[in-house]
């Protein structure tokens, strides 16, 4: 019997499939449309698909390669450009993304040259910086900044939007939606402009959105709310595991002998004398995935990781060579994950 590659990660379209459905009609029953995030996927087009079959008609990513990939696999959806491009980029936005995030005129005055080139529009959502401090316009130079970009040709301000929890961990409330919503007025009625995209964040906002009466205007992949990461009602946490193979099983102490120095990443590594220990390594390390976002459904420990390898106290388990350790993952562990050559991709359709 062929055994299956390591490491490798098991991708469920049923179960993605499931929760995407549920989070449009969840968001649907008050008006609020949703935009398929595909970076933390790395805009794989099986993935993609699932999400259009759902009911969500656009797609964004923050990698241009990303967008080309689905572009090329015949992805038909409105693909979004979901970070600021810079300028040595503005040829590919206009070749691949239908709509682009901006904040920089010097930007925006790129992109109308290379629009006019093409004879197309390139649509742009304006972000507005509201306390994160990671990309947006200060508020107070939106005005501003919306009269320089109606004076270009070959652009279109389609929508604003604010990002929130990213960088600066700043939780999105009714306050801040309030004056969201407020930007979004003065802007449809000063300019007559009307906004088809006010975009009030991402999963974070799943807090303030369940318990808010008026919405204005705004977790597919692992069922949860990243402000604390709390499982949302009815998705499933499990569309994606991790699987990777013991290459070593031997009982060694627990505490490394010889004199400490620094390890390969720049660290010295602390460690507590626990006597002798059942240790394995999984081939894998920090060049496949990040490992602290790995979590072992074993009653096992991760000790630690290098490159290549993770070592492992596999207590009482009984882990041998050739075994297969399967763990769930946080956000940043599918991101590295999903982008490594090295990890194989397997998807299944079956719940």
């Known amino acids: 019997m062929t055994r299956s590659l390591t490491p490798r990660i098991e991708i469920n379209l049923a179960k993605i499939a499931?929760?995407?459905?549920?989070?449009?009609?969840?968001?649907?029953?008050?008006?609020?449309?949703?935009?398929?995030?595909?970076?933390?996927?790395c805009g794989a087009p099986e993935i993609a698909k699932v999400l259009l079959e759902q009911g969500i008609p656009m797609l964004a990513d923050s990698k241009l390669l990303n967008l080309k990939r689905m572009?090329?696999?015949?992805?038909?959806?409105?693909?979004?450009?979901?970070?600021?491009?810079?300028l040595s980029e503005v040829d590919m936005v206009i070749?691949?993304?239908?709509?682009?995030?901006?904040?920089?005129?010097?930007?925006?005055?790129?992109?109308?040259?290379?629009?006019?080139?093409?004879?197309?529009?390139?649509?742009?959502?304006?972000?507005?910086e509201m306390g994160d401090l990671r990309e947006g316009i200060?508020?107070?130079?939106?005005?501003?900044?919306?009269?320089?970009?109606?004076?270009?040709?070959g652009i279109e301000i389609v929508g604003i939007g604010v990002n929130f929890a990213c960088f600066g961990g700043v939780k999105p409330d009714n306050r801040k939606m309030d004056d969201l919503s407020l930007l979004a007025s003065m802007i449809e009625t000063k300019y007559t402009l009307p906004l088809s995209f006010v975009s009030g964040g991402n999963s974070a906002n799943y807090e303030w959105f369940m318990g808010a009466a008026d919405?204005?205007?705004?977790?597919?992949?692992?069922?949860?709310?990243?402000?604390?990461?709390?499982?949302?009602?009815?998705?499933?946490?499990?569309a994606f595991t991790f699987i990777s193979e013991v290459i070593e099983s031997k009982v060694k102490p627990s505490m490394p002998y010889g004199e400490i120095g620094q390890n390969a990443f720049g660290?010295?590594?602390?460690?507590q004398d626990r006597g002798l220990m059942n240790r394995?390594?999984?081939?894998?390390?920090?060049?496949?995935?990040?490992v602290s976002g790995l979590t072992p459904l074993l009653d096992i420990e991760i000790l630690g990781s290098s490159s290549d390898h993770t070592v492992i106290n596999a207590k009482d388990s009984n882990l041998r060579v050739g075994?297969?350790?399967?763990?769930?993952?946080?956000?940043?562990?599918?991101?590295?994950?999903?982008?490594?050559?090295?990890?194989?991709?397997?998807?299944?359709?079956?719940i």
């Open 267 to 271: 660290e010295v590594p602390q460690f």
């Open 138 to 153: 200060m508020p107070e130079d939106l005005d501003c900044f919306i009269q320089e970009v109606l004076t270009l040709k």
């Open 18 to 41: 499931h929760n995407a459905s549920t989070l449009v009609g969840i968001y649907g029953a008050k008006n609020i449309g949703l935009m398929g995030v595909t970076k933390t996927v």
């Open 71 to 86: 572009r090329d696999a015949g992805i038909k959806a409105d693909l979004v450009y979901l970070r600021s491009p810079s």
């Open 323 to 350: 075994d297969e350790v399967t763990f769930n993952l946080n956000y940043g562990a599918l991101l590295s994950l999903m982008v490594s050559p090295y990890v194989e991709k397997k998807y299944s359709y079956v």
């Open 95 to 128: 070749e691949y993304a239908d709509i682009s995030i901006n904040t920089e005129l010097a930007v925006v005055t790129k992109l109308s040259e290379a629009a006019l080139v093409s004879n197309i529009v390139q649509n742009i959502i304006v972000m507005i």
């Open 215 to 238: 919405v204005g205007r705004e977790s597919i992949y692992l069922g949860r709310e990243t402000l604390n990461r709390l499982v949302i009602p009815e998705l499933y946490t499990d």
């Open 280 to 290: 394995v390594i999984v081939g894998v390390g920090n060049q496949d995935v990040m």
